[in-house]
């Protein structure tokens, strides 16, 4: 891709400290929820890795302002793509599964958008063939305005439109993932 055709960020969507500030709300929230358990945290590769990382300290942070209690933390990923062809919309395939760690634990889905569903929808009945104990959702981003398949969501960063943003994780032709901010993509 030449830089004269490269779409470049436009504007900030949402703000390296916006999004700071709603992680550690997430993460005292979380770490309420599951206060004295152990909690799986299952990252889904690849655009969430920034905020897995921000999270599962923001979770950490919690618990330092609650020296006797304490939640214990795995970190799990998983790494799933979704593909198109002419007799169904879209299909959404694994790339790298779970482990059989989370037989019978509680897990904490980690995403960085939600648009569709499908890919969410997969992976929830993926993993109840794992025969785990709980399986919640915790997303940054939610599109509800793209949603095809009905997928419930515990914890919710932002909900945005419906527009192409990218950074903090998502990306464009693999690009911009490293923004520390959400921005929209100039579309000319
Ligand atoms: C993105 C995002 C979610 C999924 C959401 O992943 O990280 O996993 O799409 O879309 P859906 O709700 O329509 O299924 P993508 O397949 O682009 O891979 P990536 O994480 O490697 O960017």
Redesign the pocket.
Known sequence: MSAATKPLPKSVLISESCLQQRIRELGAQIFADYENQELVLLG?????VLFFADLSRAIFSAQLENITREVQIRFEFV????YHNNTQP?A?ELIRSGSNYLKQRHILIV????????????LCEHLWTLNPKTVKVCTLLD?PS???VP?PIDYIGFEVPDAFIVGY???YAQQY?NLPYIALLEST
């Open positions: 889904v590769l690849r655009g969430s790494q799933l793509t979704s879209s959404v995403e960085d958008i939600v648009d569709t569903g499908q890919t969410l929808d997969f599109k793209k949603r095809r997928v994780g998502l990306d993932r």
